[in-house]
């Protein structure tokens, strides 16, 4: 392993992966990736750098392609410094059907941003649209920091936001 990007990661990051680690067969450490990103990202005010997935790929002795691959693949990655709370606004056709736009135009205003822009003070980050969520029966929907929000209204919206820190 390469103890100069081991050093990388939080002695508390490492404990998690390795949580992670022993749910799967021994050969199968790839599968902790998803996990052990999502505590690197956590740690870094919510977003991952090139150091910390490659930090990442020598802790699970991945290649680092396979770190990066993930990282491009998923939505709930940012490669990027972001606002601290993530809002994610569902806009598949079941949402948009039930208002998906009307809300993302509420939050745009309410925040003064544009989906894939954080907040002048980095409270906030409103992702680029979702294609689905999975919550079509609940829409319009959204997830802020990855808890869904279902049914919501311009009111339930900045009862929402209102509460958090």
């Not at 599968?31 to 699970?60: C, F, I």
């Not at 569902?90 to 745009?108: F, K």
């Amino acid at each position: 392993m390469n103890e100069k990007m081991d050093n990388k990661l939080s002695e508390h990051a490492k404990e998690v992966i390795d949580q992670w680690i022993k749910k799967y067969p021994p050969d199968q450490k790839r599968s902790a990736v998803l996990a052990a990103m999502r505590e690197v990202q956590h740690e870094n005010k919510g977003y991952l750098t090139t150091e910390l997935m490659d930090a990442v790929a020598d802790y699970l002795r991945l290649p680092k392609i396979a770190v990066y691959e993930v990282a491009s693949f998923y939505s709930m990655f940012e490669t990027k410094p972001v606002g601290r709370h993530s809002i994610s606004v569902c806009t598949n056709i079941s949402c948009m059907l039930c208002g998906a736009d009307e809300i993302v135009a509420y939050i745009e205003k309410k925040l003064g941003i544009k989906t894939g822009e954080s907040t002048k003070d980095g409270r906030y980050y409103l992702k680029q649209e979702e294609e689905c969520l999975a919550a079509c029966c609940g829409g319009p929907m959204m997830m802020v920091d990855h808890k869904f929000y279902e049914n919501l209204s311009p009111g339930k919206v900045d009862r929402i936001l209102d509460k958090l820190e």
